[in-house]
């Protein structure tokens, strides 16, 4: 249901820029295409929102959680909020009365924007498959407590780089770097899934400071080197857009050149529901292209160290791990060298020379007897992470298996979603 078009006034939907750190969420989730942006600001196209709100639970920061009531002839045009630094204010009651806006007229398009709010949930019989449909906004019910925004853009903390490798065979046409950031007495806890932003130094070409890019974080929750107040970060070289026209990426390459002993601004963390689950026998389905390996590894290294400790009786992992060739693969010789009745390892290439292409949703439907079981059971948690365009191929492959095996998969994605077992993190 569209906004409401025929009386004078609307509730428009605005981005925060203060706190907006242009990770995209808004623009990928959008199922309309109402959020564009330019190398400044993210902003909601006020004439094609419909107030889905589908955007606004995987923004990590909050930045997309804002309105403003405004007379229709008054709404802010896309190119007045690409200029904008802040917030406007709210128009007072006196503001919007002195533009002819009546009280009753404010309490209905409220209650409008409500309603269209719920009937676009109601409207459709079969749910769209995608992230704002199935994604759980809630951690799991064991998951431990989640620190965020202890660094805000307008003050970032510092942190040294400390490490800073390649993770994948060297001669590969993708470059990615396995990078160690170490704050000192800084406090920064993260948890395996959450993520952090780097500000990098510089200005773009209309001579404004760098945003901030995020990155997940790649090492459990007592750091890279266990007792050391550290992190580790999984960043490819960015030398090309998604249209395969040369580009430098402005942070990754920044990072995947940074020497040891040199210094990073660091916004965040960021993240509350992409967290791994604590209790006992959980079991952990990761699926994951690329990068997108980066919380897959944290939560596999930790439930490593527990068990190395003896202080954990876990349950299953199951790892679905996508790239174009095994040379590209991130961390492919420790992957392999962990024990097998530890971690249930599943890769598939798209690009090896004579061999048909192979993704992730191919080998879910592949695994579908040993996957059925782990969707049965109320223990299994699952997290998808990597470019936004598997996550179609993911959830269907998810249903289909659930389906072929006697489940109706609407009320176990539903279930899945509600109780914070099935989280997507898509690019």
């Known amino acids: 249901m569209d906004m409401p078009t025929q009386m004078g006034t609307i509730k428009q939907h605005v981005i925060d820029p203060e706190i907006c750190i242009r990770c995209n969420t808004c623009e990928a989730t959008c199922p309309i295409d109402a959020v564009t942006h330019d190398d400044r600001n993210y902003v909601v196209k006020p004439d094609v929102c419909n107030g889905c709100m589908a955007c606004v639970p995987p923004c990590p920061t909050g930045a997309i959680d804002n309105w403003r009531i405004v007379p229709k002839a008054l709404a802010y045009p896309v190119d007045a909020q690409l200029t904008w630094d802040e917030l406007p204010p709210e128009l007072t009651p006196e503001q919007l009365a002195a533009e002819g806006v009546a009280d009753a007229e404010l309490q209905e398009v409220q209650a409008e924007a409500g309603q269209a709010q719920e009937a676009a949930t109601l409207q459709a019989d079969e749910p769209r498959l995608d992230a704002a449909t199935y994604g759980a906004v809630l951690p799991p019910w064991s998951a431990a407590h989640a620190y965020t925004n202890l660094y805000g853009p307008k003050a970032p903390t510092s942190a040294t780089v400390v490490g800073n490798y390649q993770v994948n065979e060297p001669g590969t046409e993708n470059v990615t770097h396995h990078i160690v950031l170490d704050f000192g007495p800084v406090p920064f806890p993260v948890l395996e899934g959450q993520s952090i932003a780097i500000v990098p130094p510089g200005v773009d070409a209309n001579g404004k400071a760098h945003h901030a890019r995020q990155y997940s974080v790649a090492s459990p929750r007592n750091g890279e080197r266990p007792g050391y107040n550290n992190l580790s970060l999984t960043v490819k070289r960015v030398t090309q857009d998604h249209q395969g026209k040369p580009v430098q990426g402005v942070c990754s390459n920044y990072l995947c050149d940074a020497k040891v002993g040199d210094k990073v601004q660091v916004i965040g963390p960021f993240g509350q529901s992409f967290l791994m689950p604590n209790h006992p026998r959980s079991h952990i389905v990761m699926i994951c292209t690329g990068t997108g390996s980066a919380p897959m590894r944290a939560m596999t290294e930790w439930r490593r160290r527990l068990r190395a400790s003896g202080k954990f009786e876990g349950g299953k992992l199951m790892l679905f791990f996508g790239a174009r060739t095994q040379q590209e693969l991130p961390y492919f010789g420790p992957l392999m060298k962990l024990p097998k009745d530890f971690i249930d390892i599943n890769l ?80």
């Open 348 to 427: 598939a290439f798209s690009r090896t020379a004579g061999q048909p292409k192979r993704y992730v949703q191919d080998l879910l439907r592949e695994r579908a007897v040993d996957l059925l079981e782990l969707l049965r059971d109320e223990q299994s948690h699952i997290y998808v992470c990597g470019l936004k365009s598997m996550e179609q191929g993911v959830l269907l492959a998810l249903r289909d298996v659930a389906r072929e095996g006697g489940l109706d998969w609407h009320a176990l994605g539903d279930s899945l979603r509600r109780h914070g077992r099935l989280h997507l993190e898509t690019y």
